[in-house]
């Protein structure tokens, strides 16, 4: 029985607010950090950007005689007076670290919008920063850059505009462009970005204005008196009034147009300068992403130093950096190979970028994945990797006898010869497939049973593999499709489905039907009209082991992680009326529906 869209929405909420390949069939080296030497201060410095305000940073600084390589991380998430994340564990080691709050975030003044003043526009408060440490008397002028998520994407941002005493960056968890990949992937709104407004104090002005402040608020009577002389000024209504410029820009701008290619990084490779070190997750929102700007800087880097140290490392973990790199992610045990030091790898990235300690990082393989199923490591020199086959697996009506779902179909390597009925379900936005599992940005996330919205999907499912087969990298679904609405949604989901039943969420994708030929100017399709509609489908590394099977989902919805179509085709399908739809997948000899996924020889 499915949920109701209000009840899955209050949950939100709820959580919201509270070449031949180098093979390294071991464990890659996270060699033993350097011990700590050194004894640090901390202090808070005013760090001058260019229109004349100061943002707030924490510095911690080495004792002993300077000066120092310098590490930057700039984040919206409160500097913490002196104890942030691993700030210490780098400063004990003998780097300047300065940890600063971007502009409008807790200590530093100013409007926050997120990263508008970061890039290449008329403020650049990255360049500044930068600019700013790699003059100071305790700096040798070797800057570099870390952070995941919010604090990766805006070293993204930053690298565009070339600060020249900028060495190396290290950019975990995050986006190559804001809109393809987080905002409105296959152009549907992701949720998460709404979560965070909520869960970060801006998603409305009052409460942006009265955000908590090192044990009480910097937000006073003063405060409401600026919100209602802008609600005033802008002939606003009250709810109108409330919500964030920030929030209401990103949803109202659901086509990908000039106000978001201004955070579009991906856009300006040809302008990144310096040694780059990308790192994501399986269960991570950004495999695709970081892959993209590991290939794109390879490509089209501005400097033969970039093209050839970027490098690239992609675990089975969540999103979260040092939080999550650990054996257990959801449901299951990836095994001790899977912990990681993060700490212990950045240290090495910049003891060979600023110090030059030629430490081996160089001669590792530029890139190395984790194949979860045989949960091993393994060192590759290109990505994807060059020597996977291209497989094909048909959609197809006979039944698989794997699981009671709105059809059973079965995944085939043979194509459809003879006719067979197309599957058809009725797609309700009022009572959407819920997520479960995989990167959804609240729990469960993970690897979860996904046989719960299994059961309430189109479901396609392999034959049981006679040996291991191993796929890793992006694949693809090309579906032919129709709706008897002029717009609406289709949700692929791969699955490991073990010899028990469990069904492991491995990756999940949407597109919009609209957006099926472009992202800047969507089409409507014609009610009952055949399409086929591609779905690309973000890469995975995954090994279904002998006994295990593949299985393919397909579905119109998955909330709370997308917000569901209304059926209707508008700028913003999510104002429509709320309307049902039957939408029908085909597959025959002349709408031949497949899946296309990397498999990895075994020899």
Excluded at 111 to 140: K, L, N
Excluded at 237 to 251: C, T
Excluded at 391 to 417: C, H, M, W
Aim: aromatic share 12%; net charge neutral.
């Amino acid at each position: 029985m499915k949920v109701s869209l209000w009840r899955l929405l209050l949950v939100f909420l709820l959580w919201g607010l509270m070449v031949p390949a180098t093979r390294v069939n071991a464990a890659p080296s996270w060699p033993e950090e350097r011990p700590a030497q050194n004894q640090f201060t901390c202090k808070e410095v005013q760090v001058p950007m260019r229109d004349g305000l100061k943002l707030a940073a924490d510095l911690y600084l080495p004792e002993g005689a300077g000066p120092f390589p310098v590490i930057i991380e700039r984040t919206p998430y409160n500097k913490n007076n002196c104890n942030f994340r691993q700030a210490p564990y780098f400063a004990a080691r003998g780097f300047a670290v300065l940890i600063q709050d971007v502009r409008g975030r807790f200590r530093s003044p100013g409007d926050f919008y997120q990263y508008r003043d970061e890039g290449w526009g008329r403020r650049q408060d990255g360049y500044d920063t930068i600019e700013w440490a790699g003059t100071q008397p305790w700096s040798t002028g070797k800057v570099g850059t870390m952070g995941l998520s919010y604090t990766c994407f805006n070293q993204n941002m930053t690298a565009v505009t070339q600060p020249p005493h900028l060495k190396a960056m290290f950019c975990a968890d995050s986006a190559s462009n804001w809109y393809i990949d987080h905002r409105y992937p296959g152009g549907a709104l992701h949720m998460a970005g709404m979560d965070w407004f909520f869960t970060q104090g801006e998603a409305a002005k009052p409460i942006q204005e009265n955000m908590p402040d090192q044990g009480g608020y910097k937000g006073n009577g003063d405060s409401w008196m600026n919100w209602h002389r802008r609600r005033i000024e802008r002939s606003q209504g009250f709810w109108e009034s409330w919500q964030s410029d920030n929030m209401a820009d990103h949803f109202s701008q659901t086509t990908y147009n000039a106000y978001w290619k201004q955070f579009a990084p991906d856009e300006h490779v040809d302008k990144f300068q310096v040694p780059a070190y990308y790192m994501s997750g399986w269960y991570d929102r950004y495999p695709h992403s970081v892959t993209k700007m590991y290939n794109l800087i390879k490509q089209k880097g501005g400097t033969q130093l970039a093209r050839d140290s970027v490098r690239l490392v992609i675990g089975p973990w969540l999103h979260g950096g040092e939080l999550v790199m650990n054996r257990k992610i959801g449901d299951l045990d990836f095994g001790p190979e899977a912990e990681m030091g993060y700490a212990a790898l950045r240290l090495r990235w910049f003891d060979y970028q600023l110090r030059g300690i030629d430490n081996g990082i160089m001669k590792d393989p530029p890139v190395k994945i984790f194949v979860m199923g045989t949960n091993q490591w393994r060192g590759e020199n290109e990505w994807p990797i060059k020597r996977a086959v291209q497989t094909k697996f048909y959609l197809r009506a006979e039944r698989s006898g794997s699981i009671e779902s709105v059809n059973d179909g079965s995944l085939s390597k043979q194509a459809p010869t003879t006719a067979e009925k197309a599957d058809t379900y009725r797609y309700d936005p009022k009572n959407p497939t819920p997520t479960i599992g995989g990167d959804l940005f609240v729990e469960p996330m993970g690897a979860r049973d996904h046989r719960p919205s299994d059961a309430l999907s189109l479901t396609f499912t392999t034959p049981i593999f006679t040996e291991d087969t191993e796929i890793s990298g992006p694949s693809s679904a090309d579906l032919f499709i129709s709706s008897t609405g002029d717009d609406t949604d289709f949700v692929v989901t791969l699955i490991d489905v073990h010899p028990n039943g469990y069904a492991q969420i491995l990756r999940e994708s949407i597109q919009r039907a609209s957006r099926r030929e472009s992202l800047e100017a969507p089409t409507p399709i014609v009610p009952k009209r055949v399409y086929k509609l591609t779905v690309a489908i973000h890469p995975i590394s995954n090994s279904f082991l002998k006994g295990h099977r593949l299985r393919l989902t397909v579905a119109s919805s998955s909330f709370p992680k997308y917000m569901p179509s209304h059926n209707q085709f508008m700028q913003n399908n999510e104002d429509a009326p709320w309307n049902e739809a039957l939408n029908t997948v085909y597959h025959d000899p002349q709408r031949p529906s497949v899946l296309t996924v990397p498999v990895i020889p075994s020899k």
